[in-house]
């Protein structure tokens, strides 16, 4: 046993050197497998430059024990002692792969394989691959045969005989080598189906790009022709029958673990193609039905197996097709779309550790590049590469990227790959998941050569890193152009001005020349505002093309600008408050209501860089404001002027928060419940225009009577006011009621009733910038024929003798709005007998009430419109679910008080709670009613005028598609959706509306 003193004394010099269990460590060091060597300084100084010490003495003491008797185990030693490069590649292997020293304890001589140190074995290809697999001729000599290559490939990585870039692209050698093999023992297997076929392997992904992973799939494509005087269907039988054992014998497990999965799924239609085509068939798909992202993928498609000049003529085949990808329609937003559903479908408690798909990832770096090398390797042939980083430096070359961005993206790419490589080193396994465990951390920190607080400083570095490639992932596309627009760089290269246009193109602008001007007007000159514009620009441009209108954008960006450039604070605001910025590209890009309403009072981009900035203010408050605002002004005029300037204000506050909802941001993406954003758009336009006419009515009075009007004096609201569901361009359906104060005469009370009526509406029409609200009175008892305004005494008389059906029903929607509010609540208890019946409907009124609404969908449904995709009146729309809802109502409002609502969603869940509709027919009428409602509210924001049915234009089409969370390319799915949503609603309609059985 050693003695007290000694042992203290290797406890601290393991620990000098980096051993986390010293104890441990010690006894390995005393085992007698190490008694030769385990006094020579040379070996912990060793061990102390490996990533993990521990790990690599465990490793070499299992190494040592596995050798064949006392010779083999003395020349391992002996060996490792005399050679310095041995022992930093072997001792460095164990320390950062504990599967590749699983490995070499399985096959003890393979420790041989790191001895060479000469010119030839630094970087070997596919040729001195194919050598070191020659001999396997079975799936578990190749396997083995495989780990022995990938042995020296990890050895010369963590020596850093070679680069990350020379480590991927020996991986992807090793690999086109092993796909050889494994064809070559497939063809061996089946020499009659050999003989039928040729078989091309087109690698794809990072094979294709010379840029593999220790572990990944690899990525393949097969293309086949019949030999020569074979039929074509048995020629493909045949290679199909290659082609599956040869994936098999790459991705089966055996005793010697798996190679890895080869992957097939990049071909045409995906896993549920044919597995094998034809060169022929492979062009017809490209040419008829592939995708944006299937052209992307074809950029690192490289011949590697099999018959290599088929694989030629598949290459030179496809390739002119994946360079015009982007004339596509939709093209920088289909790449970008694709980009936003790889991130959103991490875990939410991956995507902070996603090293190669979350934010400022490995996929950032290669979309970026991916995408400029699309748009501008149609006319400079330098950008057809494979790789990465080599596209990345000819972009740079070429000035289609600024050189110092391509530098610090270069870099960043490099330090991400390697963290990559080394965690799956470890273990041999398909991750891309930053580690949690402090210990894993700490090796990985090591291996990378960060050995001060190596944790600590990891972490700093990958978040550096991470924060880099974020900024410059949309910097990259959009900053040349700038540089080109505003002439700015006059030392680097710069976009010609055809790659302006081109660049402009492929991001969806249809006007790039004007869009062209408005980038020079903004970013141009040596102007403060300038700079920050040209700091701003380029994400914002991003944006601007991730909407359905990016012309539009761009445009109102400028306006608002105009108008708004030499105020301080506005560009501060969008350079500094998060996501300011982003929500004015939202706000300007999604349509013209919005913007309509931003330009009458740029001031209100302020809303954008408040956190709570967007949330819709309570009645009370409105109501408050614009009172307040009244009393200050100096006449009845200016009075509404100033209320209408805050409901403006007010509806592009909830414009805006409508469309942010709608569409998301980087950081929140859309994830709002559409319920939700219907509720919140109804319930804030209403309150806004209760709070207009309190304001309004208040200027009246006080402009014609000073404090008080001569009779009490209530609004009443009807309709979808009443019902707190108003849209951005809803008219205010009312009723007015008075009552003459204690000696006043009645007539002279309803004379002053009728000069507020009409003073109020005649000033809320008034021409001015801000949008009139329309107050319509047309439900009031006689209709038009009737007085405006009626005392409560005569309301109650009508609809004593007089009231019809249809006017019960429109009382179901009466809440006090405005005014006296003791008059608003005697007139709601005086209608609620009449809405609410006892004793529910008699069959009469049901009958009446059915054939009033068959009568409205013959008569009202304009001439030539879809009833399928109108929103009103059409099958399964607002008006199907409303009158379904309020029959309910006045059936069974009386004797069940959950359904004495306005708002037709809450009457709907009283009548499911109550058992009146089944869980699922209401789920129904709810969603289609969702979906209408927000079809309604999207045609108001895109076109700036209301609309009962889609609208015609195609990019208007598109916005409200946009809107309603449908890419680019899939307003036919929403039409699609929208018909199947309402159908389903009709029949439900159908069973409880027009069926005979009382609920």
């Known amino acids: 046993m050693t003695a007290p003193g000694r042992r203290s004394s290797t406890f601290t010099r393991l620990l000098r050197h980096g051993f986390t269990d010293p104890s441990a460590a010690e006894r390995l060091l005393e085992s007698g497998e190490l008694a030769p060597i385990r006094n020579d300084p040379v070996l912990l100084d060793a061990l102390g430059a490996t990533a993990d010490p521990d790990q690599a003495l465990l490793g070499l003491v299992r190494l040592a024990e596995a050798q064949p008797g ?64 020659a001999e396997a001729d079975d799936p578990v000599s190749l396997r083995v045969a495989y780990r022995r290559c990938l042995l020296s490939i990890a050895a010369r990585d963590v020596c850093g005989t070679i680069d990350v870039v020379e480590t991927a692209a020996e991986l992807a050698d090793l690999a086109t080598a092993t796909l050889r093999a494994a064809l070559a023992v497939a063809r061996a297997a089946a020499p009659e189906d050999a003989a039928l076929a040729r078989l091309a392997v087109i690698a794809m992904g990072k094979t294709g790009g010379h840029e593999l992973n220790y572990v990944s799939d690899v990525d393949v494509i097969f293309v086949a022709e019949s030999a020569e005087g074979a039929d074509e269907q048995k020629a493909l039988r045949a290679a199909t029958r290659l082609a599956s054992h040869l994936m098999r014998i790459c991705s089966e497990t055996t005793v010697e673990g798996s190679i890895w999965p080869v992957d097939a799924n990049l071909r045409p239609e995906g896993r549920n193609g044919p597995l094998v085509r034809t060169l022929s068939s492979h062009v017809a798909y490209y040419q008829r039905w592939a995708k944006t992202w299937e052209f992307q993928a074809l950029l690192k498609a490289r011949p590697v197996a099999g018959d290599m000049e088929l694989g030629r003529e598949y290459a030179d085949a496809l390739s002119p097709l ?13 790449v970008q779309g694709m980009r936003r559903r790889v991130v959103a479908n991490i875990p939410a408690a991956e995507i902070e550790r996603e090293l190669k798909l979350g934010p400022g990832g490995l996929r950032d770096v290669e979309f970026a590049v991916q995408m400029l090398q699309l748009v501008h390797g149609r006319a400079d042939t330098t950008l057809r590469s494979g790789t990465t980083l080599d596209a990345l430096k000819a972009l740079a070359d ?67 890193h991470a924060a880099v490639v974020r900024r410059l992932h949309e910097k990259l596309f959009y900053r040349p152009l700038l540089d080109a627009v505003a002439q700015l760089a ?85 350079r500094d408050e998060g996501a300011a910025a982003e929500n004015l590209a939202r706000v300007l890009s999604a349509g013209r209501l919005a913007p309509d309403l931003l330009l009458r009072a740029p001031e209100a981009v302020a809303l954008l860089g408040d956190g709570t900035g967007l949330e819709p203010r309570g009645r009370v408050q409105l109501e408050q404001e ?25 509806l592009f506050r909830t414009a805006a928060a409508d469309i942010i909802g709608s569409y998301g941001t980087e950081e929140s993406p859309a994830e709002a419940d559409q319920g939700a954003l219907v509720d919140l758009v109804g319930g804030a336009v209403s309150d806004l225009t209760a709070a207009t006419l309190a304001g309004t009515l208040r200027a009246v009075v006080r402009d014609h009577w000073g404090d008080e009007l001569p009779t009490r004096f ?77 005392t409560l005494k005569s309301y109650e008389a009508y609809y004593r003798r007089w009231s019809l059906v249809w006017e019960s029903q429109a009382l179901l929607r009466a809440e006090f709005v405005a005014g006296d509010e003791d008059l608003g609540r005697r007139f709601t208890e005086l209608v609620d007998p009449l809405r609410y019946p006892a004793g529910g409907l008699g069959e009469d009124a049901v009958r009446e009430i059915r054939r009033l609404k068959a009568r409205m969908e013959a008569e009202r449904l304009p001439r030539g419109a879809d009833p399928t995709l109108h929103t009103k009146l059409g099958r399964g729309g607002l008006s199907d679910v409303e009158w379904t809802v309020q029959l309910l109502q006045m059936r069974h409002g009386a004797a069940e008080p959950g359904l004495r609502t306005t708002r037709t969603r809450e009457a709907l869940a009283a009548a499911r709670a109550a058992g009146l509709i089944g869980d699922e027919e209401a789920a129904t009428l709810d969603e289609a009613w969702v979906l209408a409602t927000r079809v309604r509210n999207a045609v108001m924001l895109v076109r700036g005028r209301a609309g009962d049915t889609f609208p015609p234009d195609t990019r208007e089409m598109a916005a409200v598609g946009r809107y309603l969370g449908y890419g680019p390319g899939h307003v036919g799915d929403m039409l699609d959706d929208y018909r199947r949503t309402t159908r389903r609603a009709r029949g439900v309609v159908d069973q409880l509306f027009y069926g005979a059985t009382e609920r």
């Open 398 to 464: 070429g000035g289609y990227v600024g050189r110092a961005d391509a530098e610090q993206l270069d870099a960043a790419y490099r330090f991400l790959r390697s963290m990559e490589h080394r965690i799956q080193l470890h273990k041999l396994r398909r991750t891309h998941l930053v580690p949690e465990d402090e210990a894993d951390l700490r090796r990985l920190g090591r291996s990378l050569g960060l050995r001060t607080e190596p944790v600590a400083s990891l972490t700093r570095e990958w978040r550096r």
């Open 490 to 574: 006059p030392g680097e290269a710069r976009l010609s001005a055809e790659a302006a246009r081109e660049r402009l193109t492929a991001l969806g602008y249809a006007d790039p020349a004007a869009a062209r001007r408005h980038l020079e007007a903004l970013a141009s000159g040596v102007s403060r505002k300038a700079a920050i514009q040209r700091t701003l620009l380029p994400v914002l441009l991003g944006w601007f093309a991730d909407s359905a209108d990016p012309d539009a954008g761009l445009l109102n960006f400028r306006k608002v600008s105009d108008a708004l450039g030499k105020t301080p604070w506005y560009l501060r605001l969008l």
């Open 322 to 334: 994946v360079w015009h990808a982007a004339e596509r329609e939709n093209f920088v937003a289909d």
């Open 626 to 650: 614009i009172l307040a605002a009244v009393n200050r002004a100096s006449g009845g005029e200016a009075a509404v002027t100033a209320a209408r300037g805050v409901r403006r204000r007010e």
């Open 70 to 133: 006392p010779s083999g185990q003395r020349e391992l030693l002996d060996t490792l002692i005399a050679s310095k490069p041995l022992r930093d590649r072997l001792l460095g292997v164990l320390g950062a792969s504990e599967a590749l020293g699983d490995h070499l304890a399985r096959h003890p001589l393979d420790w041989q394989a790191l001895v060479t140190y000469e010119a030839r074995d630094l970087h070997p290809g596919t040729a001195e691959f194919e050598r070191g697999l």
């Open 714 to 790: 209530a609004v009443i609201g009807m309709g979808r006011f009443g019902g707190h569901e108003l849209n951005y361009g809803s008219d205010a359906d009312v009723l007015f009621v008075h009552e003459p104060r204690e000696g006043v005469d009645e007539q002279e009370a309803s004379r002053a009733a009728n000069r507020v009526v009409s003073e109020m509406r005649r000033l809320l029409q008034l021409p001015s910038a801000d949008p009139p609200l329309i107050v319509d009175a047309d439900l009031r008892p006689e209709g038009k024929s009737g007085p405006l305004v009626r």
